[in-house]
Nanobody, 123 residues
Framework: QVQLVESGGGWVQAGGSLRLSCVAS????????MGWFRQAPGKEREFVAV????????YYADSVKGRFTISRDNAKNTVYLQMNSLKPEDTAVYYC????????????????WGQGTQVTVSS
């Protein structure tokens, strides 16, 4: 059974930083692409970032480029999302995503999701 467990969310003032973590189990992590999505109140879930199984390739939504960094540690079955220069519009529930193909994640069609962690950015 695949499980993705996020942590690291919380409250931060605008301009601050947070680092999200997602620990995966029940899958072969080192051959799985991993990503992050977010969903703000009243809005649809949107793509944030994705990283290849090797960590050599990553892609970001335009809204977070230059501020967020996705990374992974295959020895710890963990993917991270470092979020800097946070803005109130980054407030959302952040979800971890997993699939074998990067493009599947980018389209939001991945097979596995975490439960989400709340990020709140105050102005």
């Amino acid at each position: 059974q695949v499980q993705l467990v996020e942590s690291g969310g919380g409250w931060v003032q605008a301009g601050g930083s947070l680092r999200l973590s997602c620990v995966a189990s029940g899958l072969t992590f080192r051959t799985t692409a991993m990503g992050w999505f977010r969903q703000a109140p009243g809005k649809e879930r949107e793509f944030v970032a994705v990283i290849s199984w090797s960590g050599n390739s990553s892609y970001y939504a335009d809204s977070v480029k230059g501020r967020f960094t996705i990374s992974r540690d295959n020895a710890k079955n963990t993917v991270y999302l470092q979020m800097n220069s946070l803005k109130p519009e980054d407030t959302a529930v952040y979800y971890c995503a997993a699939d074998y193909l990067i493009n599947t994640i980018r389209q939001g069609k991945n097979g596995y999701w975490g439960q989400g962690t709340q990020v709140t950015v105050s102005s």
